[in-house]
């Protein structure tokens, strides 16, 4: 929907989402060495810092200049999934692991069941803009809350 809000011709669509892919691809790739030289908290706050900065800056800016920061949040997301295992995989008793991992993919997948109607009604009757503004600053106000439980309750483990 972003693609066609911002003026992006529909023969671009393709070559624009196998780009985007490809920069979650390749942020995966790197995930390891940007992860090893920032660290546990630093890296998990970039991470959280450009999935916000990104979703408010595209809820304010509908434009095909904009579109660029879709790459930013596309890295982050290749960044995220190999970090945040790790740290699960670190912290996790090996008898518990699978059920952590199992859990963690459940409660992402219920907010999103809750959380992504809600959003696509907000961008229904007022705009996609407001929707993602919504989305960024909710993002922020649950990241932060749940990387200070993170780093509170796990800082003697890492």
Request: aromatic residues 16%.
């Amino acid at each position: 929907i972003y693609f066609f809000e911002a003026g992006l011709p529909d023969m671009l669509f393709g070559v624009l989402w196998t780009l985007l892919n490809i920069t979650v691809g390749i942020g995966s790739f790197y995930a390891y060495k940007i992860e090893k030289k920032l660290k546990m908290r630093v890296s998990l706050t970039l991470i959280l810092f450009l999935y916000v900065i990104s979703f408010i800056f595209l809820g304010f800016f509908m434009s095909l200049f904009a579109i660029g920061v879709l790459f930013i949040f596309y890295f982050a997301r290749g960044l995220a999934t190999p970090v945040l295992k790790q740290y699960i995989n670190k912290i996790t008793a090996s008898e518990i692991r699978a059920t952590v991992l199992s859990t963690r993919s459940l409660i992402l997948r219920l907010f999103y069941s809750i959380l992504g109607p809600l959003f696509g009604w907000v961008s229904d009757v007022i705009n996609l803009g407001t929707a993602l503004v919504m989305c960024g600053i909710t993002l922020m106000i649950m990241g932060t809350v749940s990387l200070g439980l993170l780093l509170i309750s796990y800082k003697k483990k890492l």
